[in-house]
């Protein structure tokens, strides 16, 4: 069954559901019409953009644009990923610590993916490389800012019981393990979720796109499997660099906790 094309009438009418959550923001004094409002055209003009770039990408087939597309995916996920965190290390360790994170973690498992699992000609196709990397870096990006704002908020709480164990002759690794530990959990733990409600509860977003294009349902689930696969492996490892490398920011070689390396809170 081919693909049923949707007219810009059907996306408005399908707009027109956000109105409930705007009547529900005023109703309830909210105060998120307007973030709904803007988000919305935001996400429109991103997708409409986004469509253009990648049909021109996908024709073209140039591994330096590609390169290209998938810096500037790694560079904007930085940034998102340190505006959601509450506090936020000094320098550039606040940003350079979640990107590079991230970028590492989704170098190794989309070079696994594409030339192991997918293996398209030539390896670097943007038809599979860029798709594949929007879902694998969107959630790493979540696990790590979720990370790493939990460990910098936790170090902050818990600070008289650190700098007691520190006090005690504990290394600093012993005295944030419990911190570091929370800070993992929180991070992995979306992912955790996600893969226990995929299936049953949930239909992810690409193995709904391809049953909708006429692909064979188990064909769909074979990719999803793998996605999810992906996503879990890229998520793990950018949340276990982002800890460590924010664990050994925030204390010294002398074993002194050091937060005078993170920013104040606005």
């Known amino acids: 069954m081919p693909l049923i094309p949707l007219h810009p009438l059907d996306l408005a009418a399908a707009a027109l559901l956000l109105l409930v959550n705007g009547g529900l923001s005023v109703a309830m004094s909210l105060r998120l019409a307007r973030p709904l409002a803007v988000a919305a055209v935001r996400m429109v003009v991103q997708l409409s953009l986004v469509g253009l770039v990648l049909k021109q990408l996908f024709a073209l087939q ?9 810096m500037v995916m ?34 190794v498992v989309m070079l696994l993916a594409l030339t192991t699992a997918i293996r398209p000609d030539p390896w670097w196709d943007a038809r599979y490389a860029i798709p594949l990397l929007g879902m694998v870096l969107g959630n790493a990006m ?39 530990r929370h800070a ?32 064979d349902p188990t064909e769909a689930v074979k990719y999803q499997i793998l996605i ?39």
Not at 62 to 70: D, E, G, M, R, Y
Not at 164 to 174: M, N, P, Y
């Open 62 to 70: 140039s591994p330096w644009l590609t390169l290209a597309v998938v």
């Open 142 to 180: 979540s696990g790590v800012s979720l990370a790493l704002n939990t460990l910098t908020s936790a170090a902050v709480r818990e600070r008289a019981a650190i700098e007691a164990q520190l006090a005690l002759g504990c290394t600093r690794w012993v005295a944030l393990r419990p911190v570091l």
């Open 184 to 215: 993992l959990r929180t991070g992995l733990m979306p992912t955790v979720n996600g893969m226990a409600a995929t299936g049953v509860v949930a239909l992810p977003g690409m193995m709904t796109g391809q049953i909708l294009s006429g692909v």
């Open 74 to 107: 790694l560079l904007f996920a930085g940034q998102e990923a340190l505006a959601r965190q509450e506090r936020r290390l000094t320098g550039w360790w606040a940003y350079g610590l979640g990107t590079g994170a991230m970028g590492f973690a989704a170098t």
């Open 228 to 266: 999810m696969f992906l996503i879990a492996g890229a998520t793990g490892l950018g949340v276990l660099i982002a800890t460590l490398g924010a664990v050994r920011r925030l204390s010294d070689g002398r074993h002194r906790l050091r937060l005078d390396r993170l920013a104040r809170k606005d």
